[in-house]
């Protein structure tokens, strides 16, 4: 399966060599990298190390802490002389390709360890934020320098739709990260003093897990793409892919929560996605949250839908704002109400629209 965000930090590394190329001639050592306390060549080494930090993580499988190492490049244990300007554009361009080639080689399922904000990420994830490091930094270091600078849009989209998924799309891509960065302004929202970004949830239940989806994933599963997953059968069933269309309006809305989105549903024996599962919104105001989810033909009689809803439910529950979790079904849909009353729901009464409802209370 095609590994995206390997193209994407290569041509942001090279994006960025080219950038600041054109300056390795001037003092970088004495002049301060934009908003940073860092000057501009510590702010270009940073950039080297969270390439090769990012690359360590995911090539080592680290799951509860940072790979402990790092690089240096003053020279001095190697009896080497420290790296000039262009000596360090030649660190990020090999840390970028090593960062690039721990993606393609990284299995899909693959997390490690990150901290923002569920303490993992994949392979896309490590890629975004090593896009997002190479992007922002080299804008920093632009700025002190008095140069120019805007990357391709679509490597500041790669950013967006992955790992900022509760800011609200703005005018231009690039525009609207440095704004969620604290770098910049948009005409009607407030300057940005703190941020960081997010990483997609994923929650195990037995013999699946359940993955967040992404602005990016949900624009292509709403298209009629397949999100990145290897579907059992021949794609996601109606359900998902309506449901991926909602969260992409809470998005372009700027009203997405993220973690009260959608889940695919992926067998962990073969990577295999068979089915979507999510919150329509965000717990009311009485604490109680919706659920839906539907499988593809192939996946329904093998109780995938009962270990995921479980799962779902108790992470929902788990939280304070949340007293009960609620769903509808239709009349007819036997299988759909076998499936709530094997993980716990209670028949309610009826629903709006004649559906039978049903409730899980924590």
């Known amino acids: 399966m095609h590994a995206v965000g390997a193209e994407q930090v290569e041509e942001a590394v090279a994006d960025c060599v080219a950038a600041l190329g054109a300056v390795t001639d001037r003092d970088w050592t004495g002049v301060r990298a934009g908003r940073l306390e860092w000057n501009c060549r510590e702010t270009v080494v940073h950039i080297a190390s969270d390439l090769i930090a990012y690359a360590g993580q995911i090539a080592g499988r680290t799951q509860d802490a940072y790979t402990p190492f790092e690089i240096s490049l003053d020279g001095r244990e190697g009896g080497l002389d420290p790296a000039d300007n262009a000596g360090c554009l030649q660190v990020v361009t090999a840390t970028g390709a090593l960062l690039a080639a721990a993606v393609r080689t990284t299995p899909r399922a693959v997390r490690a360890f990150h901290p ?44 967006l739709t992955r790992i900022f998924p509760q800011v609200q799309p703005g005018p231009t891509p690039w525009r609207t990260l440095l704004w969620a ?3 910049g302004d948009l005409p009607g929202r407030a300057p940005v003093t703190e941020w960081k970004w997010c990483n ?17 994933v949900a624009a292509d599963l709403a298209v009629g793409g397949e999100g990145g997953f290897d579907w059992l059968g021949p ?21 997405l929560r993220p973690e009260w989105g959608v889940f695919v549903l992926v067998r962990r024996e073969d990577d295999r996605a068979v089915g979507g599962m999510g919150f ?9 949250v919706e659920i839906g989810y539907d499988l593809t033909e192939a996946a329904r009689g093998h109780g995938y839908a009962t270990e995921a809803l479980r799962a779902l ?3 929902a529950l788990g939280h304070e704002e949340v007293t009960s979790v609620y769903a509808r079904t239709d009349p007819g849909n036997l299988p759909s109400q076998a499936v709530l009353t094997r993980a716990g729901f209670t028949r309610t009464g009826e629903g709006s629209e004649g559906e039978f409802a049903y409730e899980l209370r924590g």
């Open 116 to 159: 923002f904000p569920f303490r993992h990420a994949n392979r896309e994830g490590f890629a975004a934020m090593g896009v997002a490091e190479v992007l922002l930094h080299t804008h920093d270091v632009a700025e002190g320098m008095g140069i120019g600078y805007e990357p391709p849009a679509e490597l500041a989209a790669f950013v």
């Open 181 to 183: 960065t604290g770098r």
């Open 200 to 216: 997609n949830l994923v929650i195990p239940a037995g013999r699946l897990t359940l993955e967040g989806v992404t602005p990016a």
């Open 235 to 255: 794609g996601p069933f109606e359900g998902t892919r309506t449901a991926a269309e909602i969260l992409l309006k809470q998005y372009e809305e700027g009203v």
């Open 280 to 288: 329509h919104r965000t717990p009311d105001e009485n604490g109680r």
């Open 313 to 315: 439910s108790a992470w």
